[in-house]
């Protein structure tokens, strides 16, 4: 099991210890079959993503990652904030996700994304 650090933070300002962009992948609970959602944005340790389910912040679950080279991977998170979205769209909540273990090539491949 690989761990990786803490990213997300639920206050207003911003202390990520990594940085994170906007990088086309997508994601979806792990082993259900709905459809794929884009991640807002992602770094090494966790991302933010739209849901239309409210979850409860330090709850942990999977989700696949969509990775660009058309690969996928499990990841386990725990979510750090959930925010509603006035009017539903484009999803119902905003919510900060944690990694709490991403596959090691998983982690390289977001490394090779995050610096270009």
């Known amino acids: 099991m690989h761990k990786v650090v803490h990213l997300m ?5 911003d202390r990520r210890q990594f940085p ?4 086309p992948l997508y994601f979806r ?3 259900r079959r709905l459809p794929r959602r884009e991640v807002v944005d992602i770094g090494i ?7 239309d389910e ?3 912040v330090g709850a942990r679950f999977e989700i696949e990652l969509f990775m660009p080279d ?18 539903g ?15 090691t090539q998983a982690i390289e491949q977001l490394r090779q994304l995050l610096i270009g």
């Open 9 to 13: 933070d639920s206050s207003s300002d």
């Open 20 to 23: 994170r962009m906007n990088i």
């Open 29 to 31: 609970p792990a082993r």
């Open 45 to 51: 340790g966790g991302a933010r993503v739209y849901g």
């Open 54 to 56: 409210p979850l409860v």
């Open 70 to 87: 058309d690969t996928s991977v499990t990841c386990l998170t725990e979510v750090m904030w959930v925010r509603p979205i006035e009017g």
């Open 89 to 103: 769209m484009p999803a119902n909540f905003d919510i900060g996700l944690k990694f709490l273990d991403v596959p």
